[in-house]
């Protein structure tokens, strides 16, 4: 017995290390936010339960540059109604966003086209935003795995950062997604897109955080794909507003029509 | 000489049920052979059509880089300058636009590739007009024409209105409708299942483009001539643009059915083994046979090279008979799947081989190329396949054959 005992005081000592550890682990752990929170408040910070907003949409490519002016409507995650004003040529061109449904109207021949899900990452009206943008919020957080990958400081401020992966059943167009959050305020600096090879394809770019609406938020986002460096759709809004009321029947097909003539 | 000829094709005569038999193989896997070819070549052809005047056109010219990045950009510029050079020698030559957009027919929408065409030269230089399963080809404004298998996915039927959406080249939303005139008939993978076609000029209007092309296709006006060297004779009248023939273009189609006319000489060298295996016994049993008589030839004063040509002869008599026989039966086949085809409609809908179609109903040609191969591969693996027994019957020496039992 006497030979073993020192034996078992170690023991016992690294289980009480460990005990400890894990104790303390846990109380960082809940002290901090989840990646899921913060997800849930980036969501929040730009919808609210609905808004209604106007925007300038800025889009250079290699061949021409053109600025649209965009109105939109959105309620919770499910239905976005997007709206053209200018140019003259667009004028009234709109798409509505239904869960993952998206339909453009095009007033000049007064017709409702579905985007084919096979489309979803052809360009948006000509910018560097896929139509899957439209769609994609609602599922960022149902579709991937997302955990916080870097707590600290990076490019002089305190950050968070949270890498998104698919789930393995989910149908996704992104290999990966890095997301960068400004820890004091959580409005988030980038985000970069992966493709399957986890090569980069494009970054996003949050920029000029004023208060608008009564939140204060990042108005301007630029969106730069990485295989063509000199191209880039800059959105900028113009202003916002939040939690207005909104009917369900305001996502209609029917007002797709109504609102686009 | 003429007691030779005289001396074998009575040789030949002696067991006439054995000479029948082995004829009778020769027939078999010369008819075979001839109808093979004659179908292979068929199928070639008409794949090698589809290929070209059924889709890109012999030749095609492109801005150089087009090919690698098909871009709306990289275009040429005012093709009719460059398609008046082309119709001075004599060829044919279209221009053509293409681009992606977004179609739709009622409720449905798929992605397209859309081709604009010169309604009117594009029938000297292709054969869609003629391959029109619904309906006609472009006629008018707003026609446009469908793959069979992307009417399919439409839903869409003649007469129907047809909603396309594109980007157009100044970055503006072009979007226009149009009137479904005519399906195609099956003609190659990518033409069934994406390809939507309207006059050049309506694709100018909805793509926002001025005198371009991205694309002019060229037919030879001698189709005699060299494919090659006719690429060459446009490439010196049009230095500054990229001049290809569809076999650069297509690189695996063209090596897809160069190794189908190979499998004619693969098949044609296992059928002729088993020819030649059954031309060996034969002639060596008959030398066997007539070993006393050879030695009794040989003692009386015929020298071994006269016993070899002997030999050489009664083969070449026997193959003979046989080809005659095989050539007339073998061509009858060939000419006859000339004529009424192979109709495979109730096997298959046709099949696409490196993403052309094959159409059900099968053809075979039959000229020069598909008959005489057979026919002279026929007796050269005969004549080598009795070698052995030749010399065998040669090599005798005339006391001991005397003595044979």
Partial sequence: MSIRSPFSITLLLVMLFFFLLFALFSELQSAALSSQEILDKID????????????????????????????????????????????????????LKVKNNLWNYLPKIKRVIKVPSSLMMGSWMGS?????????????????????????EREGQDVYEITLFPKEEAVVVWGKIVIL??????????????????????????????????????????????DKPSEFTEVTYLEIAFDMELPDTFFSLRNLKQQGG | MLIYLKLAWRNIWRNKRRTMITQFALVVALSLMIAFAGLTWGLVNQMERNATILGPGEIQIHSPGYLDDRSIYRVIEHPGTIINKIEKIGARAAPRLQGFGLVSQGENSSGAQIWGVDIYREKEVTEFHTHIFKGYFLKKKRDVILGKKIAVTLDASIGNELVIV???????????????????????????????????????????????????????????????????????????????????????????LELTNASIYILLIIIYL????????????????????????????????????????????????????????????????????LDLSSITEGFSFVGILAEPHWFAVTNFNTVFPPVIFLFALSLIAVIYPAMKASLLKPVDALVFH
Avoid at chain 1, 128 to 152: A, P, Q, W
Avoid at chain 2, 335 to 341: E, I, N, Q, S
Wanted: glycine share 8%; with cysteine; charged share 25%.
């Fill in chain 1, 44 to 95: 929040k910070m730009w919808r609210g339960n609905s808004s209604i907003g106007t925007y300038f949409m800025k889009i250079k490519t290699a061949h021409w540059e053109r600025s649209l002016r965009i109105k939109s409507w959105t309620k919770g995650l499910d239905y976005t109604l997007i709206r053209i004003e200018y140019p003259k040529k667009e004028k009234g061109v709109s798409t």
């Fill in chain 1, 128 to 152: 560097h935003f896929t139509n899957d943008d439209l769609v994609k919020e609602s599922t960022l957080v149902n579709d991937y795995h997302h955990r916080i990958t870097f707590e600290g």
């Fill in chain 1, 181 to 226: 959050i400004r820890k004091k305020d959580l409005i988030p600096l980038y985000e970069e897109f992966f493709d399957e090879q986890e090569k980069p394809v494009r970054k996003m770019i949050f920029s000029d955080v004023k208060k608008m609406g009564g939140r204060v938020l990042p108005t301007r986002m630029t969106v730069v794909p990485y």
């Fill in chain 2, 166 to 256: 594109t980007q157009a080249a100044d970055g503006s939303i072009g979007n226009d409708l149009y009137r479904v005139a005519g399906i195609l008939n099956g003609i190659s993978e990518e033409i069934d299942r994406s390809t939507i076609m309207m006059s050049i000029s309506d694709f100018k209007n909805i793509f926002n483009l001025g005198d371009v092309a991205t694309e002019i296709a060229i037919r030879r006006s001698d189709k005699t001539e060299n494919l090659n060297s006719f690429r060459d004779r446009i490439k010196n009248i049009i230095p500054e643009e990229e001049v290809k023939t569809w076999r650069e273009i297509f690189p695996a189609i063209s090596d897809m």
């Fill in chain 2, 274 to 341: 088993a020819g030649s295996l059954i031309m060996l016994n034969t002639m060596l049993m008959s030398v066997f046979e007539r070993i006393k008589e050879l030695g009794i030839m040989m003692a009386i004063g015929f020298r071994p090279m006269q016993v070899l040509i002997l030999i050489f002869l009664e083969t070449f008599f026997l193959t003979l008979c046989g080809s005659l026989v095989g050539l007339l039966g073998g061509v009858s086949l060939s000419l006859y799947l000339t004529h009424y085809g």
